[in-house]
């Protein structure tokens, strides 16, 4: 465990470092790199401003070449045309000295250039002096009259002899106080000003070396005009005829020589510097600052000092470059500042800068997210391999089970628990024992399976121990890899005290399972001792009730009557509820309308509501023709018992049943809603949660004051749960309690049953809804509506101002209006339909008045569509609970004039059928099984066949499918006691047209015969015997003696069956006797028969042994005529 720990620790460490060492590492790189390239940056400024520095210089120099070119060609072209003029007038020479040795006059009328010739005070001047001075400044000012035209303003020149006795000024603008010219002191200082800055030049320029190459000199200092502007001057020695005789000085411009660079487009400042230091022009950049003049001066000092040409210094955040303009004794220098570098810079420096920290951002975001995407992930992933390895130790030495791992090459044991140590020191030969056995397991299961690599195998071992008893061992391994070595982990588990508890258990369940049956076997018997003479009872009593009695006679065998009824039913609850305990309560699975089941438990209980004067409303949402598939019997015993309780606990108010139906989402089924609601006494909060357990009542008052065993919810619970379905309930102590239902139409399939809506039959005929109360306004009139009538509602008959040509339905109680008001609209409607509670179920007709149950929408529909549309009354599929039933007439069956073969087996069936087939006008052949089928088949053509489906030798199966292939043209109808959707689905894929189920009425079978022959399907007459087997004709005494028989035969038959135990032939002989019980109404009896086949088929013949005896003892007990009392 510390090793663990410690290598997580250090691998948290090692995840840390890698994480922070790596950001780090990015930091210092993005630092690095940053910094190399400021640093490259700023190189290359300074290597850029250098080489600008550079052209800069040339085009200076070049600036100060072309000057001097321009001054000496200028010269030379002026000694050549003084040579060569002609003499000065005389008149000239004269007015100069007239005017004290000073004139101002212009040597070219046609220009407005004049010029200025002065002599030195006392100086005695020549003639010839004169003339060489007047004839120079003449060609001088010629040439500065031509420089004048092309720069708008004329150059100021300045001529003066050797001896600087005569100036002459070009152009004499330029002398700013002519004034001072008056007097001889003025007059000296002004020559003297004007000729001692190169004076000196006609004393050291050689003349041999000035005829071989004129040359210009620059002074090397400012010099102030007299006008106060300061500039340079560039002087040359002139020549007459090979000798000095004057000195001509050109002045120029110190801003006119950096004007190639005055464009300002560079950083710093240039600047032209005499060799004292002193700067001559300026040209300052963008960004000129004030330090500029210290800095050349520092520069100056380091270039005397250092004697370099180019020489460069840097100092107090400057940079100065400078270099000599050739031998002009000025030198150009330019000098910038960090501030300039920088901003230079800038932009690249902050792009870098940008570049930089993105890089350190995507490296510290990459870095992150491997840290939260892979490192943490993987770290947490290491800590839970760890966490899972250290709970694997601890489980391993916690649980008592002995656990390890052992090495499939070596055998060596790499890792055990206590518990497979302290195991091993129980075993005989210890630890080594355990690991041959397990070696030995492992050989033999890997011989048996090439591919055991996740596969668990377990045996179970039995081994001594020390001290010679049994231990029972269950072994467990499979193949691992542990530390890089292949490895069986193995598991033994000590079973000797589990088996022990498994014997035990055995022993308690079968005793148990006896007990259970013992309990079955006694509610069975008890049921039969009970049933048995309660029916007797029962019979008796009814007999005795159409007797005369008095009416406190009545009275008392009513009270006997109702007690004994009770007492039935609460047997009948016992008993299904404890065949739903023990899993043996089955469900039909058949096609039934909803609305039927629901009319007949609203018929059944009408009186009884009645009787307590509340009322009993039902509302039907969904289509009364919604079909459904299910058990209708057991759903008719929720209703039941729904409503049956209902009304038990309302003492005023209403009971209102609801239908509904919901669309299942996303599938074509649906859910069934009933509710049941009622204003009852109410219940409890605090009993709610045990509403449903079985023998409970909401408080123990109940069954004192209402009645009841408390068995009835609880098994609607179970049987609305087997049916699919739920059941809950709400209530409020005095406000009364509603108990909704819900279960898919289709159990087995809930998306294959679909809803239906009713057909808008009535086309819009105009019908009058009379009713009082809002029930019937908010139920029947969207029957009426969804089956196409244009309906009128009216709460009372005054309302209802026109009734011509209408039907008019009135539901429920009349007390609100009088009977003329009615009346008038009896008399103006064209028919009246009566629905109230104790109408019958479906419609009679007396005159233009029908009379129906208000419980019944099938026979609503019924009556309108007959007063609409003309549409015969029938009666459907449904048995009148209340109201009285027309007389039966003995109106004769419809003739078939069909050959029929009947194949049967049972000789009860077989005389039915005959007197059926006697009265439809039909010839029968009778035949017992589908081999005599085939003979009669072979010799007669017949225009049907009715067969059952269950026979000796070949069943009715087996016989389809020849005749299919032999007769395909004759019709099948099979008969049998019982169909499942299996069985109709076989029986459609072998070609039988009609399943019909036993007893089969007689308009039953005129029906079927009249489909399949092409007749028409016979309608129903109205009457009780609608559904007898010969209708309203009684049973024939050879038919009943048949039955006798036929029971007698099938008692003798069960038993013999019994004592061999033949399922098979116990199975025929009930599926035989199941269908002649039925002829003769024996319900109870064939639903035991029912019952017995699924006991037969899961239990066997042994399992079923008690419900076999109960069925023959109530075979034993039937009188010898068949009819039912």
């Known amino acids: 465990m510390p090793i663990l720990r410690k290598t997580l620790d250090d691998l948290r460490r090692y995840h840390r470092l890698l994480v922070v060492g790596g950001r780090c590492a990015a930091a210092v790189v993005m630092v690095f790199a940053l910094v190399s390239e400021l640093v490259y940056l700023v190189d290359a400024h300074l290597a850029d401003q250098r080489q600008a520095f550079t052209g800069a210089y040339r085009l200076v120099l070049g600036r100060f070449g072309a000057v001097e070119q321009a001054f000496l060609g200028g010269l030379a072209r002026a000694e050549m045309a003084a040579n060569d003029a002609p003499e000065v007038p005389p008149e000239q020479v004269a007015r100069f000295r007239a005017n004290g040795n000073l004139l101002r006059w212009r040597p070219f009328p046609s220009e407005p250039t004049e010029m200025l010739i002065a002599g030195a005070p006392q100086a005695t001047l020549s003639d010839a002096t004169l003339q060489r001075a007047f004839s120079f400044s003449t060609q001088i000012g010629r040439a500065s009259a031509a420089t004048a035209r092309v720069l708008a303003r004329p150059p100021t020149q300045i001529i003066f002899n050797v001896s600087r006795t005569v100036v002459a000024i070009v152009p004499a603008t330029s002398v700013e106080h002519p004034e001072q010219l008056a007097t001889d002191a003025g007059r000296a200082t002004f020559v003297r000003e004007l000729t001692e800055g190169a004076g000196s030049l006609a004393f050291d320029a050689p003349s041999h070396l000035l005829a071989l190459a004129p040359k210009a000199w620059w002074v090397p200092r400012l010099y102030p005009l007299p006008n106060g502007r300061k500039v340079l001057q560039l002087a040359s020695p002139v020549l007459f005829h090979g000798q000095v005789k004057a000195v001509l000085v050109n002045e120029v411009d110190p801003g006119a020589l950096l004007w190639p660079i005055a464009d ?30 210290d800095a050349i001066s520092r520069w100056s000092h380091t270039r005397h000092t250092s004697g370099e040409r180019l020489a460069e210094y840097r100092g107090d955040g400057r940079f100065v470059l400078g270099t000599p303009l050739g031998d002009t004794g000025f030198s150009l220098v330019y000098t910038y500042s960090w501030r300039d570098v920088v901003r230079a810079i800038a932009s690249k420096a902050l792009t870098a800068t940008a570049i930089a920290l993105a890089g350190f951002a995507f490296v510290w975001l990459l870095l992150s997210q491997l840290n939260r995407r892979v490192f943490q992930p993987m770290y947490a992933r290491s800590e839970q391999v760890f966490d899972s390895e250290r709970l694997s130790r601890t489980m391993i030495e916690t649980v008592p089970v002995g656990i390890g791992l052992v090495s499939t090459g070596s055998g060596e044991l790499l890792y055990g628990g206590s518990s497979l140590v302290a195991l091993a020191e129980l075993v005989e030969g210890g630890m080594p024992r355990l690991i041959d056995e397990l070696k030995r397991l492992h050989a033999r299961f890997a011989s048996a399976r090439h591919d055991s690599h996740d596969e668990v195998f377990q045996e179970d071992v039995l081994l001594r121990t020390r001290d010679g008893k049994d231990l029972a061992l269950q072994a467990r391994f499979a193949l691992g890899r542990y530390l890089g070595k292949d490895v069986l982990v193995m598991a033994f588990v000590d079973m000797t005290a589990s088996q022990a508890l498994q014997h035990q258990l055995r022993h308690a369940k079968l005793a148990a399972d006896q007990a259970n049956a013992a309990k079955s076997a006694f509610l069975a018997a008890m049921s039969h001792e009970i049933r048995t003479p309660l029916n007797a009872i029962l019979g008796n009593l009814e007999l005795l009730g159409h007797s005369a009695l008095n009416p406190l006679q009545r009275d008392r065998l009513d009270t006997i009557r109702a007690s004994s009824n009770g007492l039935l039913a609460i047997i009948q609850d016992v008993l299904d509820f404890s065949k739903i305990e023990a899993g043996e309560m089955r469900l039909e699975h058949m096609h039934f309308r909803l609305v039927d089941t629901i009319t007949r438990s609203l018929a059944m209980f009408a009186p009884a509501a009645h009787l307590k004067r509340i009322a009993l409303v039902g509302q039907f949402r969904a289509a009364i023709d919604q079909p459904m598939c299910g058990d209708p019997g057991r759903l008719a015993q929720v209703v039941n018992n729904l409503l049956s309780n209902a009304i038990k606990f309302t003492e005023q108010g209403r009971v209102t049943l609801s239908l509904d139906v919901e669309r299942l989402p996303c599938a074509r089924g649906g859910m069934l809603v009933i509710e049941v609601a009622d204003t009852g006494i109410g219940i409890e909060a605090a009993h709610l949660s045990t509403l449903f357990n079985a023998f409970m009542q909401a408080d123990s008052s109940i069954s004192r004051r209402f009645g009841g065993t408390g068995l009835g919810l609880a098994l609607c619970q179970r049987l609305v749960t087997q049916m699919g379905g739920t059941i809950d309930v709400q209530s409020e102590p005095g406000q009364g309690s509603r108990f909704t239902v819900r279960m898919p139409l289709d159990r087995e399939d809930p998306a294959g049953m679909p809803l239906v809506e009713d057909a808008a039959t009535l086309d819009g005929a105009p019908v009058i809804l009379l009713a009082a109360e809002d029930d019937w306004h908010e139920g029947t009139a969207n029957l009426i509506t969804s089956w196409g009538a244009a309906l009128q509602t009216a709460r009372h008959p005054d309302r209802i101002d026109d009734a011509s040509g209408r039907v008019l339905v009135i539901c429920g109680e009349r007390d609100n209006w009088s009977a003329a008001s009615e009346n008038r609209l009896v008399e103006d409607c064209e028919a009246v339909i009566n ?49 009285a039933a027309p007389a039966a007439t003995s109106t004769p069956a419809r003739q078939l004039g069909l050959q029929v073969l009947v194949a049967e087996d049972n000789e009860v069936n077989q005389k039915l059928f005959a007197e059926q087939l006697a009265l439809l006008g039909c010839q029968a052949r009778l035949v017992a099984d589908g081999i005599e089928a085939l003979a009669a088949l072979s010799d007669t053509r017949f225009d049907a066949i009715v067969t059952d489906l269950n026979m000796p030798r070949m069943d009715g199966y087996v016989l389809a499918s020849i005749v299919r292939e032999r007769w395909p043209g004759t019709p099948i109808v099979a008969v049998t006691a019982d169909a499942t959707l299996d069985e109709r689905r076989r029986c459609a894929a072998l070609g039988i047209r009609e399943v019909a189920i036993k007893p089969l009425s007689l308009n039953g079978l005129a029906r079927v015969l009249g489909e399949i022959s092409g007749q028409g399907a016979s309608s129903p007459k109205d009457g009780p015997h609608d559904d007898a087997p010969l209708g309203a004709q009684p049973m024939s005494p050879e038919l009943v003696e048949a039955f006798g028989h036929a029971c007698a035969r099938s008692i003798e038959v069960l038993r013999d069956a019994a004592s061999r135990n033949d399922a098979p032939a116990l199975l025929a002989e009930l599926h035989s006797l199941k269908g002649a019980l039925g002829v003769f109404r024996r319900r109870e009896l064939a639903r035991q028969c029912t019952d017995l086949e699924h006991r037969i088929q899961d239990e066997g013949v042994e399992g079923a042994h008690q419900a076999l005896t109960e069925l023959l003892d109530a075979l034993l007990a039937l009188p010898n005529n068949g009819e039912q009392s």
């Open 264 to 293: 300002g487009a560079h950083d710093g400042s240039f600047a032209i510097v005499g060799s004292d230091g002193r700067i001559v022009a300026l040209s300052a950049g963008k960004h000129a600052e004030p330090q500029t003049a």
């Open 835 to 883: 629905c109230s509670a104790d109408g019958p179920l479906q419609p009679m007709r007396i005159g233009r008045v029908l009379t129906v149950s208000c419980h019944s929408p099938l026979g609503l529909r019924a009556a309108l569509e007959h007063v609409v549309k003309g549409t015969p009354l029938i009666t459907p599929d449904l048995m009148p609970a209340t109201g």
